[in-house]
């Protein structure tokens, strides 16, 4: 018998190609022949392992190189909508035609994000196939990576102006999320940043606050198939993301606001309080969850009458208001942000701040200094005198002397 070794299991341990002859000499030829199909990475060992059984394995055994929540994404996304279709089929078997075709008809129903999200799965396992000899190639790799339509459904909300901003501030007058909302709408922090913060992070003397970790409680699905909500505390985002935040006055006194407000909850709560040092608790101290808060917020946006955005979208309300005034702004707007480079701000807020308008008017004024815009009497009716039309949708007059 024949046995060569040929890559590894998900665990580490090694697979080997077996077969039997009935001679020496057609067990040396064999094992030449093994060899040289192995090293032409021709050779699977092992029995035909499914997609769903090996996807699974693929997705317990990252030690660590993966987050739980990443892993838990990648098995709730094959088991909607990859393994109905191609779960029983032998990972070494499966070609790009088929994956394909299963992406072609998600995208006839889903959004381009998540189309792409079931790709970078199924990529993701066929890259440990590959690595671990269960199959030759990465059949993804020759599959078409598709690009968001303006068809396509989005959660993102168009971002609060300076108006809608001070309609919510007033809403939260001595409300309970007076402090969070008004620290996200002046720091445009995550809301995982925001949860995360410690007592030990705000330094009251300087008029900063670090943003050390951030906090989830994610519905993680197991390889066994049952889903629970589990809390995690992460480092920031990026290396990026661990910065500190220098505010102003009023910002900190309605932190400080709030840390009285919680040393009577603490008083009121007694043996029952969990001291952890959270900045922002259950009346109990113990961390908030992201729903409890969410259910919180659009109930106050509801009773005011307030337009609603994403609590992400705060974060973007941050960032528009501040470009649009002065596009000057926008490196400091992408440190306080905590982005890795300016490119993806500039990606990010391309759309709501309007720094090509910013440009524009610049360069306008230096051309044209004896020429006061105004804006037209119809902003789109772009047929009235085209020759003066301006990219940022302004007519021209000549000042009066």
Same mark, same amino acid.
């Given at each position: 018998m024949v046995k060569v070794p040929a890559g590894k299991y998900a665990n580490g341990k090694t697979r080997f190609v077996t077969k039997t002859t009935q001679t020496k000499t057609k067990a040396i030829r064999t094992r030449g022949e093994l060899l040289r199909e192995r090293d032409a990475i021709g050779l699977v060992a092992g029995p035909q392992t499914t997609l769903r059984v090996w996807a699974l394995e693929v997705t317990s055994s990252q030690s660590g190189k993966v987050s739980e929540r990443t892993l838990s994404d990648y098995r709730r996304t094959l088991t909607k909508h990859v393994f109905p279709v191609l779960g029983s089929r032998p990972v070494r078997d499966i070609k790009s035609r088929e994956i394909q075709d299963v992406l072609n008809n998600l995208r006839q129903t889903h959004s381009a994000a998540t189309v792409n999200n079931v790709r970078t799965a199924l990529s993701k396992v066929f890259t440990e196939a590959v690595r671990h000899n269960v199959a030759a190639t990465n059949p993804v790799r020759n599959t078409e990576k598709f690009r968001r339509s303006e068809t396509d459904k989005t959660q993102v909300c168009r971002p609060w102006s300076e108006e809608e901003v001070a309609q919510v501030r007033r809403a939260l007058v001595n409300h309970e999320l007076e402090a969070p909302i008004l620290l996200m709408i002046v720091t445009?922090?995550? &809301?995982?940043?925001?949860? %995360?913060?410690?007592?030990?992070?705000?330094?009251f003397e300087f008029h900063t606050i670090s943003i050390e970790r951030t906090i989830s409680h994610p519905s993680l699905l197991w390889p066994d198939g049952t889903a629970r909500r589990e809390l995690i505390v992460r480092p920031p985002k990026t290396a990026q993301s661990r910065r500190v935040l220098?505010?102003?006055?009023?910002?900190?006194?309605?932190?400080?606001?709030?840390?009285?407000?919680?040393?009577?909850?603490?008083?009121?709560?007694?043996?029952?309080?969990?001291?952890?040092?959270?900045?922002?608790?259950?009346?109990?101290?113990?961390?908030?969850?992201?729903?409890?808060?969410?259910?919180?917020?659009?109930? &106050?946006?509801?009773?005011? %009458?307030i337009r609603p955005i994403r609590l992400h979208d705060i974060r973007h309300t941050f960032a528009t208001i501040l470009v649009n005034r002065d596009s000057g702004q926008l490196s400091a707007v992408s440190k306080a942000l905590g982005h890795s480079n300016l490119q993806i701000t500039l990606g990010t807020y391309a759309n709501t701040a309007r720094v090509e308008k910013q440009a524009t008017a610049a360069i306008s004024a230096i051309v044209f200094p004896d020429i006061e815009p105004t804006p037209p009497s119809n902003p789109l009716d772009t047929t009235l005198m085209p020759q003066i039309l301006t990219s940022e949708g302004h007519f021209y007059r000549v000042k009066s002397k």
């Open positions: 445009g922090l995550r &809301l995982g940043e925001l949860l %995360g913060l410690k007592w030990a992070d705000v330094q220098q505010l102003q006055s009023p910002t900190m006194d309605i932190l400080r606001q709030h840390k009285e407000r919680q040393v009577f909850q603490r008083a009121m709560a007694g043996a029952e309080w969990v001291e952890n040092d959270w900045v922002f608790t259950t009346k109990f101290g113990a961390e908030y969850d992201e729903r409890n808060f969410r259910r919180s917020y659009e109930k &106050l946006l509801h009773h005011h %009458g």
